[in-house]
Structure formats: structure tokens, C-alpha cells
């Protein structure tokens, strides 16, 4: 079917069915709070935009730069990893770890 | 041909454009398709910040099957990758959205926007070129003028076809996030870009100014709880337009009521059943597309599971709902876990607003006709690539029985996924981006 109808089952029906089964839903996440028990409790909010709202962020701010800097200090500097995107202020930026992106000069292939 | 009923149709097999690579350049995904308002020109944005073209040839009276074929046009790169050293920001050259403006003269025009970026690029043909000039030679070498004798008045002589893309305006430093959006808007002056908390609105002559019509930024980013998902213009409406969010609502505003349009005219939102909530209900509410219909009656919106058409007078519910690949339902969890539960699916309407379209993994897309009710599952595949062969539908098998030519869930290949789709503005013809391929489908000629 491929547009929803109107439940058809009288109330009383629907309540013994949905007490029956369970969604497939919550068995997907009774699944996943299986496997990450600290999830946080509001999935949709805070966490997943910051995340998305971040996209791309490198490097945090100077105070980040001091902190790992100043915790770096008896360790070894650790080397860049270039598609760590979600990490910021934990290794300190140095000229080389800077993205040396160069466009792409070579023609689309949809253009062949 | 235009409004025909789903059963009538049946959709071939036209050209597939691109490379079979074993390991696909990143570079290569295409990340936009969008046919002009004529449909004559095929437009593909990708992540490697390159914009290819394709024109449709003229039909022919001796290959009347051949239907008009698409070929390269023109090709650019767009957008550069970029690097922001005061936010320490890295700038995806990716073209997100192409969007076409009408045609009003010879050129072509069109907006390519990346994350930060928006650009208009007039695309031009040049089949002559002065010849004869007095100060300097065929070469373009400065004449001694002391040596010139006589006068010559220069002349237009023909050259080859040149078809040049040239940047004319570029609005830039208006976003702070990303940008998901851009849409023209009916006057031809004005278009909007939209990120994920603010909306713009530009006019075409001004790239050093913009005006602000939406901001929903929370004065502390702690109290953030959804975001702008995607935004377009009424298509006759100069003053509407409406914008999605990530908790599976739509908002219609009207420009007339104040400059800011923060508080909207309209809201559209289906109420939810509390006890079917879950961890994943707000991820898969989350909007990903909003398209007006041609008619501009209603809009349709693609969230991860369904296609739900929305009549603009009706706000507490949609019309229609039509579910995509509800056997995913099982899936959540592992669908969480590979990232592609947050997969940005894009929706389009036919030129009738009788069939609308979406795609989904396994490169499989749908089409759903909203009369008759009936919808079909198709695949792009270079294995259904002969000539005018005809596609055949595809079926998912849920559990049970799996029948020879069903495919199980556990098969799919969700790395194959169909975001893009496009379909031309008055006939059946479809292009469906699938990873690093296009592909161009046709209905049967005959």
C-alpha cells in the first residue's frame, strides 16, 4: 500500500493489538541502548545539531589551542589526522597539518 | 506524455553519463541535478565543486526513437575548496544545490551555491569573433601604430561553437552555517539562500548586501532544538515562501506581513502518537526536501521514511503519505550506527503534479501516482543499460518467502544511494544521479 488508510479496528481492538506487539521501532532501539547505554536522553536536540552545525570546524578557539597545548606539554605532539572533523583542541595545529587542499583540476568524467 | 496515469508509462533505459570506477573519486559523487525550466538543459553539480551541462540535441526526423539525446554542453569548476583561518572552518568545494533562472535572452543563467558561496554563472555561446582589428594583429599582439597606414573597419566572421561559463556575480560572507538551500524566486529579482538557522534574501544586482527574513538562532545555543532544513519560494508567489526544520515541520511565511519573518503565517506539522515515540523518532521526522507543486496547491516534503504531500490550506496534516522503504523500520539501529539514517533524500514533482518521485538505497528509486494510487520501484544499473531497454520494477522482500526476483533487506547495498533525482518540466523524462553516475530515463516511445 502505498498511501496510509484510516485504522480500521474499533479502539478497543487497537489497544490489544499495540499491547501486543511491540514497534519495530522501539525493538531497533531497546537494540541501541543495548550497545551504547550512556545515549544521551534527547536524541534529536542538542547533540546531533551541534554536531551538524560544526561541520567542518577544525581547530576550536585560542583558549582550546592553550589548554592542549598546555596539556601537551609533557607529551608527544600527536601527528594531524586530516578526516578527524568532530575532535577539536586535542593536538595542536601546525602549518603542516593545515589543509593543502587543491581544487580539483581535472575535468568532470560526466564531461568525457 | 504530460499527465499520463502510471500504468501507461513505461520508462526505458536512455543514456547513463559517467565512469564505471571499482573506487569512486570522491570527488566524482554528484551531488545536484536540476533541468531548466525548459528542459532543454540538464545541469549536475558534484563534490569536487564542478558544474557539467548537458543540452538536449534537436529530435531528428530520421532517428525518431533517438529522442532527443542529452550531450555535454559546457563544463566549469564552480567552487574551490576553501579555508576559513579566522574560524578554522574547512569549506567544502561540494556543490550542495544548482538552481536555474529563467531564460531571458540568449545566455543562460544559474545559481550554484557550496556551503558558504553562492554564485551566478551566465553560460553563453560565441559562433563569431572579430577579425580585422587596426591595433593589434590575428594574434592579439599590439600593432606599432606608427606603421599603420590605412584603416579597416573589423568584421564578425564565424568560429567554431564556444560555449563559455562566466562567473557574474558572486554573494558571498552572508552565512554563518550551512547553507542548504537557494530558490529564485517568481519576480526574476530576488532568490533566497537558506542555512541551518538563517534565511537570506538577495537581489541579483547586489552581491554586497542581503537581507535577513528568518532567523531562528536561539539567543543561547544550549536551547537549540531544531534547524532550518530546507527553503523554497511559491513558484507565483512573489511574497511566500515556506522553510522545514529537523522536528518534521513546515513553516510558510509571507514577506508582506514584516521584514523579519520569523513568526509564520502558517504551520504545518502531523501530530505524532506519543506511545509509537522513540529513540529515532525526531532523526527520521527531520525533513530533508520541501518542493512546491507546479500548481503551487501543495507542498511536498521528504522525511526518511515517507513522501508526504501537504495541501497548503490544510495544516494539521498532510493529503497523502506515501511510505519509501518502510522495511528500514527493522533496520534503525544499524542504519544509526553507518551514519545513513541521517541520509538527505530529495523529492521531485512531474510536470503535471500527477507522479512524484524520490529515490532510496540499492540505487533504487520510487515513483508514486498520486491518482491512481499505484506506485513502482525502479533501479539504475549499468546492467539495465541496452538502448531503449525497459526498466523493470524492482521488489524488496520483507521476510518469508524471498520469490527469484526479489531482493531481501539484508541484500541492500546502502552505499548505493539515490539522493538526487530530477524530472524534466513537461515530458517523462527522469535523471537520476546515482553515486557517480547519471542516469537519463525516457518513457517508451510508442
Known sequence: ?112 | GFGSLMQDVLWCFSQVKGTIDVGVTEADVISTVEFNHTGELLATGDKGGRVVIFQREQESKNQPHRRGEYNVYSTFQSHEPEFDYLKSLEIEEKINKIRWLPQQNAAYFLLSTNDKTVKLWKVSERDKRPEGYNLKDEDGRLRDPSMITMLRVPVLRPMDLMVEATPRRVFANAHTYHINSISVNSDYETYMSADDLRINLWNFEITNQSFNIVDIKPANMEELTEVITAAEFHPHHCNTFVYSSSKGTIRLCDMRTSALCDRHAKFFEEPEDPSNRSFFSEIISSISDVKFSHSGRFIMTRDYLTVKVWDLNMENRPIETYQVHDYLRSKLCSLYENDCIFDKFECVWNGSDSVIMTGSYNNFFRMFDRNTKRDVTLEASRENSKPRAILKPRKVCVGGKRRKDEISVDSLDFSKKILHTAWHPSENIIAVAATNNLYIFQDKVN
Do not use: C, W
Not at chain 1, 582550546?64 to 595545529?93: C, F, R, S, W
Open chain 1, 1 to 112: 500500500m502505498s498511501a496510509e488508510n484510516p485504522e480500521s479496528a474499533s479502539a478497543e481492538e487497537q489497544k490489544e493489538m499495540e499491547d501486543k506487539v511491540i514497534s519495530p521501532e522501539k525493538v531497533e532501539e531497546a537494540k541501541l541502548k543495548a550497545r551504547y547505554p550512556h545515549l544521551g536522553q534527547k536524541p534529536g536536540g542538542s547533540d546531533f545539531l551541534r554536531k551538524r552545525l560544526q561541520k567542518g570546524q577544525k581547530y576550536f578557539d585560542s583558549g582550546d589551542y592553550n589548554m592542549a597545548k598546555a596539556k601537551m606539554k609533557n607529551k608527544q605532539l600527536p601527528t594531524a589526522a586530516p578526516d578527524k572533523t568532530e575532535v577539536t583542541g586535542d593536538h595542536i595545529p601546525t602549518p603542516q597539518d593545515l589543509p593543502q587542499r587543491k581544487p580539483s583540476l581535472v575535468a568532470s568524467k560526466l564531461a568525457g
